[in-house]
């Protein structure tokens, strides 16, 4: 854990770095670069100035690789795969479905099948995870366990992303 000491610290070593090499080496191991000009503010107090942000952490990472696990990572004959027909499916539900929730909340939501591989964003992931994959996967007769267990992580995403206790 880097406290506010270090990252002073950190800041006059890189003031104090002679060649770009050294300059480099202690960016490298510190992951601090240079001053920020958030810096001269008065609320200005490392590292709590800057908020966690779980949102890319889920909707860039974890949603998009479970997808990935029920769509291409799992065999025909696991619990948590998602055949061909339904993963087609799903994605014809979640274009129609842009009709009953305008794109003015987000964003127009792609098809997941059709355009997971083309900068998929995180927006549209979230839209999956809270408002599509658990009404559209009973519909489809998604798997009903593993339906619960997205439900949950849904459920947890809501409360890491939720600011008060």
Request: glycine share 4%; net charge neutral.
């Amino acid at each position: 854990m880097h406290t506010e000491s270090h990252y002073w610290h950190t800041i006059a070593k890189l003031g104090d770095a002679k060649t770009k090499a050294e300059h480099k080496s202690i960016v490298k191991s510190t992951g601090i670069s240079r001053m920020p000009l958030t810096a001269a503010s008065c609320a200005f107090l490392h590292p709590s100035f800057y908020p966690l942000d779980p949102f890319h952490l889920f909707f860039e990472n974890i949603v998009p690789h479970i997808w990935d696990i029920w769509t291409i990572h799992s065999e025909t004959d696991e619990l948590g795969h998602l055949n061909r027909e339904k993963a087609e499916k799903f994605g014809e539900l979640v274009g129609k479905a842009m009709s009953t929730l305008p794109p003015s909340f987000c964003g127009a939501v792609r098809d997941p099948y059709l355009k997971r591989q083309s900068q998929y964003k995180a927006f549209e992931w979230m839209a999956l995870t809270y408002w599509y994959i658990v009404p559209i996967g009973c519909e489809l007769g998604f798997n009903s366990l593993i339906l619960q267990n997205f439900a949950s992580l849904a459920k947890i995403i809501e409360t890491a992303m939720t600011i008060s206790p």
